[in-house]
C-alpha cells in the first residue's frame, strides 16, 4: 500500500470557489436533510482548509490499519474519526497490515461461536492436558483480565494483543468494566469479548498465589522451560496457564520475557493474562520476537499509536459526547492544547501544581504570557483578514479548581500576544469511580478529546496520558512529578522522547546472560522514561 503524499496540495481560484460554495450550501441542506452529529467537524475543518490553502487529508481506513467494509452505523467512529483529525497519523508498515488481516481471519476462524471454539473450551472444561511433542494446537487462545482504571485497562488489552499478534493467539477481553459498552468490536465479522459460560469461572480472581500461574508451575516443576526443544513426548503441559504480569509479579513470573520460558508458553492452548502495565517494551526483550516486531514495526515509537487506533474505537454513545464536544468547543479554535492533571489520591487542590502548569505551557510557547495588571490591552481590532488567532484549551482533571483558576486568568486579562484563549473542561468527577459506567465513559470521551489536540501537555506517570498521546501521534510536554509538594519542579515539564506509554513494571533481569541487567540498556529501541526512571519505553530509531 503507498504512502500518503503528506506536502499541502494548493488550490487554485476556481477549486476555492467550488469549496466557498460548498461551505455556503451545505448547512441549507443539512437543515433540509437531517444533520448528522459530524457535520458541524465538517464546514469547519473545510473553511479551515480554505483558509490555510490546502484540503485536509481524511484517510479513513488508517493507511490501511483498518478493514473496509464495517457497517458504519454498529461503530461511527471507526471512519469518521479520521476527519477530526489535522494531521494525518504516522503510517503503518505493510507488513503490519497484512498481519492485521491474517490475524483477522484467526479470529473469525478460532474465535466464539465457531466448531473450533467449542472444541477447544470442552478441552479445558476437561483438563484435558497435551503431549508436548504433539506441536502447537490449532487454535490457541489468550484471555486478557480487564481490572483496575481505563487507562490500566486499555494498555493491558493492547499488550495482550500485540502478544496474541506474535504468538499467533485469538485474543478475548473480560468483559468486566464494560469493555464491550466502551469499545466498538475491532475484528470484523467476529467477536473480541470472552463469551459469559467460559469455563475457567473465578478467573477474574486469578493472583500472584495461583497454583496455576506459570511462575508457580515452573517452581513446583508441574512444567520446566529446561530443554524444552530436546523434552520427551511423553511430558505434559497443562490445559491452560495464568500469566500474571501485574505489578507486584516477581522475577520469576517476569521470566515470561525470556526465550525458553516463551518455547513453553507457544504450545499451552489456553494462557489467561492479568496486567495493569503496558508490557510492550519487554516483548522487544524476547529474542525469539525482535525479527518479527522490526517488520510489523520499523518505527518502534509507533506500536501503540498503531494498536490504538486500531483496537480501540468510541461505542456510538461515547463517539456522540465526543463529537458534540468537539464541535461546540474545539472545532473553530486555530490551535487546540490539552492539559491533562492527574491528582493522585485525596490530594488538595496545589498552587504549587497550577504554578507548574502555567509556567510549562508558556515557557514552551503552547500558551501565550498574560499582560501585567493594570496594563491595558490594545483596543485596536485586528486587521481582516486574517481574524485574531484563537486557542481553545481542553483540560482533563477529576477537580475542577485548576480549570476554573486557568480560565479566570485568560478571561481576566489580556494576552501578549492578543491571541484568544478559551478554557474548558468537559467533567470533573472529583475522584477516580473504578468500574463506574458514566465515569469509565465521560474518562473515555476525555481521553479521546485529547488525543485530537494539536499539543498536549500531560502529568508524569498516568496512563490516561498515554493512551491520549498514542492515539493522536503527540509527543508530549511531560510534568515532572515533584519530589517534594511544596515546590515547583525546575524545570517544570520536559518534552518526551517519544509517544510511547511507559511500562512501569519491567523486568530487571537479562535471560541470555541470566543475571540482572539495566534493561533499558539491552535492545537499542528500549530506554528508560523520562516520568518514572526505573520504567521503560520505546524509541525512535538511533
Request: hydrophobic share 40%; proline share 7%.
Amino acid at each position: 500500500m503507498k504512502g500518503l503524499d503528506r506536502r499541502p496540495r494548493r488550490w487554485g481560484c476556481a477549486a476555492n470557489a467550488v469549496l466557498l460554495a460548498f461551505i455556503i450550501t451545505v448547512p441549507s441542506l443539512v437543515v433540509f436533510f437531517g444533520a448528522r452529529t459530524s457535520a458541524p467537524a465538517v464546514w469547519i475543518n473545510a473553511a479551515n482548509a480554505l483558509r490555510r490553502g490546502s484540503a485536509p487529508a481524511h484517510d479513513r481506513l488508517l493507511g490501511g490499519l483498518l478493514a473496509d467494509g464495517v457497517d458504519e452505523r454498529s461503530c461511527h467512529s471507526r471512519y469518521q474519526s479520521a476527519m477530526y483529525r489535522r494531521r494525518a497519523g504516522r503510517q503503518p508498515s505493510r507488513y503490519l497490515v497484512s498481519k492485521l488481516r491474517r490475524h483477522e481471519a484467526l479470529q473469525r476462524l478460532c474465535g466464539p461461536g465457531t466448531a473450533a471454539y467449542s472444541h477447544a473450551q470442552e478441552q479445558l472444561r476437561s483438563g484435558e492436558t497435551l503431549a508436548a511433542g504433539t506441536g502447537s494446537p490449532e487454535c490457541k487462545y489468550l484471555v486478557s483480565i480487564s481490572y483496575r482504571g481505563l487507562g490500566n485497562r486499555i494498555l493491558a488489552a493492547a499488550s495482550a494483543f500485540l502478544y496474541a499478534v506474535l504468538t499467533d493467539r485469538v485474543l478475548l477481553v473480560d468483559p468486566s468494566n464494560e469493555m464491550g459498552e466502551l469499545f466498538c468490536e475491532p475484528f470484523p465479522g467476529t467477536t473480541w469479548v470472552l463469551p459469559p459460560d467460559f469455563p475457567l469461572t473465578s478467573y477474574t480472581n486469578f493472583s500472584i498465589e495461583t497454583a496455576q500461574s506459570y511462575a508457580n508451575m515452573v517452581k513446583n516443576k508441574v512444567i520446566s522451560a529446561v530443554d524444552v526443544d530436546a523434552a520427551s513426548t511423553a511430558r505434559e503441559l497443562p490445559a491452560f496457564a495464568y500469566i500474571h504480569l501485574d505489578h507486584d509479579a516477581t522475577g520469576e513470573d517476569k521470566q515470561f520475557y525470556c526465550d525458553e520460558d516463551q518455547r513453553v508458553l507457544r504450545d499451552i492452548q489456553w494462557l489467561v493474562m492479568r496486567t495493569d502495565s503496558y508490557i510492550v517494551p519487554g516483548l522487544f526483550l524476547v529474542m525469539a520476537f525482535q525479527e518479527e516486531l522490526d517488520m510489523l514495526f520499523p518505527e518502534p515509537d509507533t506500536v501503540f499509536h498503531h494498536l490504538g487506533r486500531y483496537l480501540f474505537h468510541p461505542s456510538n454513545h461515547v463517539w456522540g459526547l465526543v463529537a458534540r464536544y468537539h464541535d461546540a468547543y474545539l472545532a473553530a479554535a486555530h490551535q487546540r492544547v490539552g492539559i491533562q492533571v492527574r491528582v493522585f489520591g485525596s490530594a488538595p487542590n496545589s498552587p504549587e501544581l497550577l504554578e507548574q502548569i502555567t509556567t510549562c505551557t508558556q515557557k514552551e510557547g503552547l500558551l501565550p504570557e498574560l499582560l501585567t495588571a493594570g496594563v491595558p490591552a490594545t483596543t485596536t481590532p485586528p486587521p481582516a483578514p486574517p481574524r485574531r488567532r484563537s486557542k481553545a484549551v481542553l483540560v482533563t482533571s477529576l477537580k475542577a479548581w485548576y480549570y476554573d483558576k486557568l480560565k479566570g486568568m485568560y478571561w481576566e486579562r489580556a494576552t501578549v500576544t492578543g491571541e484568544a484563549v478559551g478554557v474548558h473542561q468537559p467533567s470533573h468527577e472529583e475522584y477516580q469511580h473504578f468500574g463506574a459506567r458514566s465515569h469509565d465513559t465521560k474518562a473515555w470521551a476525555e481521553i479521546y478529546l485529547l488525543s485530537l489536540t494539536d499539543a498536549l501537555v500531560t502529568s508524569g506517570f498516568s496512563t490516561f496520558g498515554y493512551v491520549a498521546q498514542g492515539l493522536g501521534g503527540l509527543t508530549p510536554w511531560v510534568m515532572f512529578k515533584p519530589d517534594n509538594g511544596s515546590v515547583v519542579p525546575n524545570p517544570p515539564c520536559g518534552r518526551d522522547v517519544s509517544m510511547e506509554p511507559c511500562f512501569h513494571a519491567p523486568p530487571f533481569y537479562d535471560c541470555r546472560i541470566k543475571q540482572g541487567a539495566d534493561t533499558g540498556k539491552i535492545v537499542p529501541q528500549v530506554r528508560h522514561c523520562i516520568d518514572v526512571s526505573w520504567g521503560l519505553k520505546l524509541v525512535p530509531p538511533t
